[in-house]
């Protein structure tokens, strides 16, 4: 392989980083504010797909429009689900199984809904972006992963804008980092908590016409994205938006590059060997496991020691 | 005791607690405790760890519910309100050991001590009135609140319970674990607030200190009050001397 290539890896994965950051923030939010593991993640992740196709082929909106437009109608959908299920569940500072099974047992009532409404079968959302590329040197680019994205960059910085500089985006890092402090001065956790998971699924739901746009999808699309969130999360930490941009850009990273090098293995003697492109799915597990070994609290318990003093 | 000058007694009140019975699941920790704090003064608790002095202030704040007992505030009762509730009639809790958020800037910390919608306005002005009051925390706004000394943290935290212009300002263990200097600068710092006529209600284990600065007393023992006063008499009382400035001052434990 010479510099080329792996400069091409190299980007692709980059790009394709900026849509798993987007995947993965919105569960990071929801389990920093509420300590919820929101496994119906897979499924708003799937929805968001099949509402871009809709969105298409009805009414003709460009699928990144469609992705845009998920942020709205998924926070309204996100806080009906938390007013309606969510707020039920006792309060707790770790997650409790009673909001596992919840949050699971949701994901199987929105995959099944899904069957029921467009059937098994595999859909994709082809755009004349879809088939043409960008021609950058000696390396092309298909055009539909520049778009996707430039809007999922474009949503995370207005996402920290609002982190950083609103006090709904305080209140939320208030009870991330210290939720009695965050009471003391008057905080509502159950209002925050609210508008924290739709802001969650609003996330959730603009990944997903993202990754719609990448990849075909069916109405068990979100499975393997979901897994992939965990990594970025337990990589990221809850912390940051850049903490979950640093763990997507990791991932994308060894994902591509895991099934495209040659990795050394030790059989009577030592040689390289490819991984079948079909193991791409382990390298995810396989991070998580070694992750949660080494780095149990992520990769900023590296930068961050001195916080521990609080 | 004549029916009249109760009354007026009553009017300087701003918080009067009868009876408060808290329990942490099973374990009961106040046994009707009584104490009332007086505006334009500031009230001590003292006693030794475990007598339920936090547990009070948390009471008053609301992070405790008592299953016993009222909380009057101005004569309203102000028992089953919530915390926030609570942070809306100006009542202001500077907690523990600190209890900042660490990945927040100071600047952002001393803010969300003006979070309720109906302080916002006064978020800015109070930023520069925290500024003048502790100068140090002017310099460091931009950076983390966990990267602070523990003196700066302490200000940063006294700091955010004074932006809200709190009515009743509660202190819990303002010194604990800070250096002797910084212990004198922090007294110095909650003498000048009183001056400007906050109220406070203090809770110390530096009992020399925290009865030096306040001008009536309760003492925990536990979940009761076993005495109270003024601070003259506690300073002068034989039991107070023996258990609390004598030998156990030089065993601070924890």
């Known amino acids: 392989m010479d510099a080329v290539e792996y400069l091409d890896l190299l980007l692709k994965s980059l790009l394709l980083a900026g849509v798993y950051a987007a995947m993965a923030v919105g569960m990071t939010v929801i389990y920093g504010v509420m300590k919820i593991v929101n496994l119906a993640h897979a499924g708003f992740l799937m929805l968001g797909a099949y509402f871009a196709l809709e969105m298409f082929q009805r009414f003709h909106v460009d699928p990144i429009l469609g992705s ?4 709205p109608v998924f926070f309204l959908f996100g806080m009906a689900v938390h007013w309606l299920l969510i707020r039920w569940l006792p309060k707790s500072d770790t997650p409790t199984l009673a909001s596992l099974l919840l949050m699971f047992g949701f994901w199987l009532v ?9 059937g098994n079968e595999d859909q994709s959302i082809l755009t004349p972006l879809t088939l043409s590329s960008v021609q950058i040197g000696q390396i092309s680019i298909p055009k539909v992963n520049l778009v996707v994205f430039a809007a999922a960059v474009f949503c995370m910085a207005v996402l920290q804008i609002v982190f950083h500089r609103s006090w709904f985006g305080r209140s939320m890092r208030a009870l991330i980092q210290n939720p009695y402090a965050a009471q003391i001065v008057g905080v509502d956790d159950q209002k925050t908590a609210r508008l924290t998971f739709g802001l969650g699924a609003a996330f959730a739901g603009f990944a997903g016409g993202l990754l719609g746009m990448l990849f075909s999808f069916s109405p068990d699309f979100g499975r393997p994205f979901l897994l992939r969130s965990f990594v970025i999360i337990v990589l990221g930490g809850l912390e940051s938006v850049s903490g979950v941009a640093l763990g997507a850009i990791l991932l994308a990273i060894l994902e591509t590059f895991g099934i495209n090098i040659p990795l050394p293995v030790y059989w009577h003697g030592w040689s390289f060997h490819y991984l079948p492109p079909s193991y791409q799915q382990v390298i995810p597990f396989a991070l998580l496991v070694v992750v949660l070994l080494i780095l149990p609290k992520g990769l900023s318990s590296l930068f961050n020691r001195k916080w521990k003093a609080a | 005791m004549a029916e009249p000058q109760a009354e007026t007694k009553q009017n300087d009140k701003i918080l009067v607690a009868e009876g408060l019975e808290v329990s942490y699941g099973a374990t009961q920790v106040l046994w009707g405790v009584s104490f009332s704090v007086t505006r334009g003064k500031v009230t001590c608790m003292i006693g ?6 936090t547990t009070s202030l948390n009471t008053v704040a609301g992070m405790l519910r008592a299953k016993n007992g009222r909380l009057l505030l101005n004569g309203d009762d102000i028992t089953s309100l919530s915390p926030r509730d609570r942070v809306r009639r100006h009542i202001s809790l500077v907690p523990e050991g600190r209890q900042l958020w660490p990945g927040m800037s100071v600047e952002e910390n001393l803010l969300m001590g003006c979070f309720l919608r109906q302080f916002r306005p006064k978020a800015h002005p109070g930023l520069e009135r925290i500024y003048g009051l502790f100068p140090r925390l002017k310099e460091r706004r931009h950076q983390m609140a966990g990267t602070l000394s523990g003196g700066e943290q302490q200000m940063c935290a006294i700091g955010r319970g004074l932006m809200s212009e709190p009515q009743l300002l509660m202190l819990d263990e303002p010194s604990l674990g800070l250096a002797p200097r910084l212990v004198d600068e922090i007294f110095e710092f909650i003498t000048n607030i009183a001056r400007q006529g906050v109220t406070i209600l203090l809770v110390g284990q530096n ?9 009536y007393g309760y003492v925990m023992e536990t979940g009761r009050i076993t005495l109270e006063g003024s601070t003259e008499m506690l300073m002068n009382n034989e039991f107070v001397r023996r258990a609390y400035l004598g030998i156990a001052e030089e065993t601070p434990s924890k």
């Open chain 1, 68 to 71: 845009v437009l998920a942020l």
């Open chain 1, 110 to 118: 929105l995959q099944n809904i899904a069957y029921l409404i467009w």
């Open chain 2, 48 to 53: 030794s760890n475990g007598a339920g002095k």
């Open chain 2, 207 to 215: 009992v020399n200190y925290t009865l030096q600065i306040s001008h």
